[in-house]
């Protein structure tokens, strides 16, 4: 499969008025075209950093990103971002959300109406399409907010925790809807997430990220046959292989933070 995404040496660094703070050191990561990835880690570990240096929104201090070959110099329209923030228009109706980028791009009211009425159909939203986002629930917001960006067709979709607010039964819903539209679709995914249970019920590929400076501490790919059941034994040897990483960072975490307060 040919490379859609990527990264090559990547370091970003943060600049405050007391110190200067690592946030990812040599990040190398190659994504092939239609590849569903995982970053997960604990907080501090620079998933959302990478995330967001890929979507353009911050820039690398050193190193490369491309997508299809193309340096990542700041946002575009082949990366569509779904936020755990849902950033809706509160004043605009679903189908008015939905319709919103295509109508900055031009096109006619015949092809909005005819895109808009399949995601509807799609993320199972026509009976909501004139309500406004504060009269939804937040699984329904977060299926606009998705329904938003397919709407401009990106080929690559970068997604932060965009279901870690939801309650467990909405998740799993949303993460079956998702893996539908995925397959159909044949998007590259790359999906920040806490859950290891998550990461692998969705994930071809965990990318499993250090504390900071962030890097990549494992790199798997996820063996397993769709729909994947969380209580098999197979999901669970990987699940315990998986903790035990993270929980050596969030150690690394905890140690650090005992540090500072001991300094200060």
């Not at 575009?76 to 679903?94: C, I, K, N, S």
């Not at 998007?187 to 250090?210: C, G, N, P, Q, W």
């Amino acid at each position: 499969m040919s490379v859609h995404i990527d990264v090559q040496g990547v370091n970003k660094v943060f600049a405050t008025s007391e110190r200067e703070v690592v946030a990812l050191k040599d990040i190398d990561l190659q994504i092939p075209h239609g590849q569903f990835v995982c970053l997960l880690g604990p907080s501090g570990c620079g998933k959302s950093t990478l995330l967001n240096a890929i979507a353009g929104f911050s820039l690398p201090t050193s190193g490369t990103l491309t997508a299809d070959s193309k340096a990542i110099t700041g946002p575009g329209p082949d990366r569509g971002m779904v936020f755990q923030e849902y950033a809706l228009f509160p004043w605009m109706t679903v189908e008015k959300n939905i319709a919103f980028g295509l109508e900055i791009k031009g096109q006619s009211k015949a092809q909005i109406a005819a895109t808009v009425d399949k995601l509807l159909e799609m993320l199972s939203l026509s009976d909501f399409r004139s309500r406004y986002p504060k009269d939804l629930s937040g699984g329904m917001r977060q299926r606009v907010a998705i329904a938003r960006v397919l709407a401009l067709d990106s080929p690559i979709m970068l997604m932060d925790e965009p279901f870690g607010a939801l309650d467990a039964l909405t998740r799993r819903n949303l993460q079956d809807e998702l893996l539908r539209i995925w397959a159909e679709l044949k998007k590259t995914i790359i999906f920040v997430t806490h859950s290891i249970e998550e990461a692998i019920y969705l994930a071809d590929r965990i990318v499993v990220m250090t504390y900071r400076p962030g890097t990549v501490k494992r790199d798997i790919l996820v063996d397993l046959p769709r729909l994947r059941d969380p209580s098999a034994p197979e999901f669970n040897a990987l699940k315990r292989e998986l903790g035990m990483l993270v929980m050596e960072e969030q150690q690394r975490h905890h140690d650090a933070e005992m540090k500072l307060a001991a300094v200060d």
